[in-house]
């Protein structure tokens, strides 16, 4: 929140998770742009299918039916999104995509958590590289094609949505940053978390430069 406001020069007005109390559409009329923010909580299996490797961790239902009817509905409307760890993956539930439940858990991928019991500095501290698309939006912005994030995650995307493009990968192949290259405003997300003051990227995707120009 302190991000968009002081960075962005934006109101931030945080929506409840009151799941059908919501009119997804009106609210998406009165807004000017979307952030999906992060989350200690995964999104539902009745809210997706995915790939089950074991039973899925905490989730929390009145997010998502919040979260997912809010982000089909700002897209639908043409309103900028951006969504940060949960969030992109919310927003590749609403398109029609699946997610890993626990990635860890499959062979050849990556462990994603942070350590549960180091600081935050380190919990939230660079760990894994990322390699950026060619040519991509990240790409463009930074002005480098490999950077370094932080991995604070158990769920992650299994298949992306149709109508979304990868924007950046770890060693492992998962989608982390991904972007609807079809949508007149920015609609994308990122799987790490932009706002930490410990990440090597922030220089370059730091929200008081991005959302700016996201909400344009």
């Not at 905490?58 to 998502?64: A, F, L």
């Not at 997610?99 to 380190?122: K, S, V, W, Y």
């Not at 939006?137 to 979304?164: M, P, S, V, Y």
């Amino acid at each position: 929140m302190h991000a968009v406001a002081h960075g962005a020069c934006a109101l931030p007005l945080v929506v409840s998770a009151l799941g059908p109390w919501i009119d997804p559409e009106d609210l998406a009329d009165r807004i000017d742009g979307l952030m999906l923010m992060g989350g200690p909580s995964n999104v539902g299996r009745r809210s997706m299918a995915a790939r089950l490797a074991c039973p899925a961790p905490r989730t929390t239902g009145p997010r998502d039916g919040a979260m997912l009817g809010l982000a089909r509905a700002a897209i639908g409307a043409g309103v900028p999104v951006l969504a940060i760890c949960r969030g992109i993956q919310e927003r590749n539930v609403a398109l029609g995509g699946t997610l890993h439940q626990r990635i860890q858990a499959f062979p050849g991928m990556l462990d994603h958590c942070r350590p549960a019991n180091a600081e935050l500095e380190t919990q939230y501290g660079p760990v894994h590289p990322l390699a950026l698309t060619r040519d991509g939006f990240l790409a463009r912005l930074a002005g480098w094609e490999a950077i370094t994030d932080n991995a604070l995650h158990a769920q992650g995307i299994d298949k992306l949505a149709d109508c979304l493009a990868i924007e950046a990968v770890p060693p492992d192949g998962l989608a982390e940053a991904v972007r609807i290259t079809e949508s007149p405003h920015f609609v994308g997300g990122v799987q790490w978390h932009p706002e930490w003051p410990g990440m090597a990227f922030l220089g370059k995707l730091a929200l008081g430069r991005v959302v700016p120009r996201l909400w344009r």
